[in-house]
């Protein structure tokens, strides 16, 4: 990791800063938060601190899961939802049809979502930009049409899945249910953000992945199958997303096209990876979490999700206006005081009557 | 005895009405470096996209080692030995010296990446910024972090694009002083450059391409003496008398 002193507050610093001068001690910061998550059901969480937990974890892990295409490798999916219900559909009709156990049933999903994946990833990812996202979106959009259409997906009357943890696959001890969901999803997700971490900063797949993203002829011609990387790319996110939407399906114990393939979704994980700030690794945790919560706490205080859609509005105009790089790039230093100034100032331009 | 590691026969690349490489017939003898020059728009970059595979030749074929290469993409001849850099420098920008190096797909003969990419970047006296972001460097720094990543692949051929375009004399001095060193040690050079003092210490052999088609091959005196190059460069000479009557 590279060293960024002074980018941090002072208070913060002194906490994560080692002794020995060598940059932050980021370790230390993350075991704390790494025992904080283990710990928090015993530590007086009830149903809905546990329910909103559940929440935020599910969506960091989908922020980081679209990150990875989409921050990483550059390439804007505007389809990646349609895998989060292909995972959940996949995962309902093996425990609803097959009767299988839940562990089964999601490794069946992510198996679905990688080869989903793949079969739509070698026509689409010929294209680019604005192509690539239509492409991708019109996917998800047959999916979901599809899915009310079909007698296996319980058209549109959706499926209904067994609510008790003797579905899970593994006898367990006789503890609330949301604690053994607040576990399931905790694992998925920090699978989800550590594979990330692994591959994508500290493993010459994300060095490649990069150099596909900023410039493909240059990676071509350093040897570099550009083609199969960002189908493996394309495939790895694709599959997480699946495998997530078949955690959500165990959780939610229903299944509806009309929530599980809605295009809100994927709306969602687009924002918070944007907001967080794309193509890190912070940048989704930290906008999962946040936006996350402002969903759930404008929906306390405003009653609907029409306020909600305005702030979100709101806050990618500012994100995209002011700090293209995100929460992370203004954290990190990349994007600055003076650089929101001449952000401003050139917007002020604009409206300027000559 | 010369050996032959590059061979193009009737090469020919047309975009709609244009034919940017023209039948072009060359042949490159291993440890040579080969100055290729042209006015603009002649058809040297064309060339180098044919050569590297991010151009499909219409007509023609091109043997490498021993192997026809027509078809293969790009990254396939980059492994198989023939590397190249572009005219406009592209580092990827989001990334470390050291990590553009890491990014390559070294042959396996390669077995520690990481040592190889610190002897290169000692060897082309870089190694002191190896942990910048490439976004930061210079102009002349991201020259030579191309010929660094370059070096990975441990080619057997480098094709260069106007290595000394845009790079101060002294670091242009030193760019080439490398490529001097790995031709030395048996790395064959192709290069594209429009400086004629560079093109007359370097080149082995100079090819001369006007209007797609080759129309001359020598050394870089014999070249530059010759009335067709001097004709594609400066224009014909008329005899006034004649044209006013």
Redesign the interface.
């Known amino acids: 990791m590279?060293k960024r002193e002074g980018s941090l507050p002072p208070r913060l610093e002194s906490i994560v800063y080692t002794a020995d001068g060598d940059g932050y001690d980021w370790r230390l910061a993350w075991g704390i938060v790494a025992v904080l998550l283990v710990a928090i059901p015993w530590l007086g969480a009830g149903t809905f601190e546990l329910r909103i937990l559940i929440g935020v974890l599910m969506w960091i892990g989908l922020a980081q899961s679209w990150n990875m295409i989409g921050g990483y490798a550059g390439y804007l999916d505007f389809g990646h939802g349609a895998y989060f219900g292909i995972g959940a559909f996949v995962t309902g009709i093996a425990m609803v049809s097959l009767s299988l156990p839940f562990l089964p049933a999601l490794v069946l999903a992510g198996i679905f979502g990688a080869v989903f994946a793949y079969a739509i990833g070698v026509p689409t990812l010929r294209l680019k930009g604005a192509y690539f996202a239509i492409a991708t979106w019109a996917f998800a959009e047959a999916m979901r049409q599809l899915a009310l259409l079909l007698d296996i997906t319980g058209g549109t009357s959706g499926l209904t899945l067994p609510s008790t943890m003797a579905a899970f696959g593994i006898p367990l001890p006789d503890l609330p249910r949301v604690i053994y969901l607040y576990y399931i999803m905790l694992v998925l997700s920090v699978g989800v953000v550590v594979l990330t971490y692994v591959l994508f900063e500290h493993h010459?797949f994300g060095?490649?992945v990069?150099?596909v993203r900023?410039?493909e002829?240059?990676?071509?011609?350093?040897?570099?199958?550009?083609t199969r990387i960002k189908r493996q790319v394309y495939v790895l996110s694709c599959t997480t997303a699946a495998v997530l939407g078949g955690a959500y399906a165990f959780y939610i114990t229903f299944v509806h096209p009309q929530e599980v393939l809605d295009s809100m979704i994927t709306a969602q994980m687009v924002i918070m990876a944007l907001v967080g700030g794309l193509?890190t690794i912070l940048g989704p945790i930290i906008g999962g979490a946040l936006i996350f919560l402002l969903d759930r706490l404008s929906a306390l205080y405003f009653g609907s999700d029409t306020m909600y859609i305005s702030l979100m509005g709101l806050l990618i105009m500012l994100v995209v206006l002011f700090a293209p790089d995100g929460i992370v790039g203004l954290l990190t230093g990349e994007t600055d005081a003076s650089d929101i100034r001449s952000n401003l100032n050139s917007l002020l331009e604009k409206f300027k009557f000559q | 005895m010369t050996e032959t590691v590059l061979e193009t026969t009737n090469l020919t690349k047309r975009f709609g009405a244009l034919t940017a490489n023209d039948d072009i017939s060359l042949s490159v003898d291993r440890g040579e470096i080969r100055g290729i020059i042209g006015p603009n728009g002649s058809g040297k970059t064309t060339l180098f996209n044919n050569l590297t595979g991010f151009y499909t030749p219409d007509e023609g074929s091109i043997v490498f080692d021993g192997t026809d290469i027509t078809e293969w993409e790009p990254h396939r001849i980059a492994r198989a030995g023939m590397a190249r850099t572009f005219q406009i420098v592209s580092p990827f920008r989001n990334m470390t010296v050291t990590q553009n190096l890491l990014a390559v797909e070294a042959p396996d003969s390669i077995e520690d990446k990481h040592a190889r990419a610190r002897e290169i970047l000692e060897f082309l006296e870089i190694d002191h910024i190896a942990d910048n972001e490439a976004r930061g460097m210079s102009g002349g720094q991201q020259k030579l972090l191309e010929l660094a990543r370059v070096l990975m692949l441990d080619p057997d051929c480098i094709l260069l694009d106007e290595p000394s375009a845009g790079v101060n004399p002294a670091l242009e001095k030193r760019i080439l002083d490398h490529i001097q060193e790995l031709n030395d040690d048996g790395t064959t050079f192709i290069m594209v450059e429009h400086d004629m003092d560079v093109m007359r210490t370097i080149a082995d052999t100079v090819t001369v391409l006007d209007q797609g088609q080759l129309i001359a091959e020598g050394s870089f005196d014999e070249v530059t003496g010759n009335d067709r190059v001097r004709e594609a460069y400066l224009g014909r000479e008329v005899d006034l008398e004649e044209v006013l009557g």
């Open positions: 590279s010459e060095y490649k990069k150099a900023d410039n002829d240059a990676a071509e011609s350093l040897g570099i199958d550009a193509g």
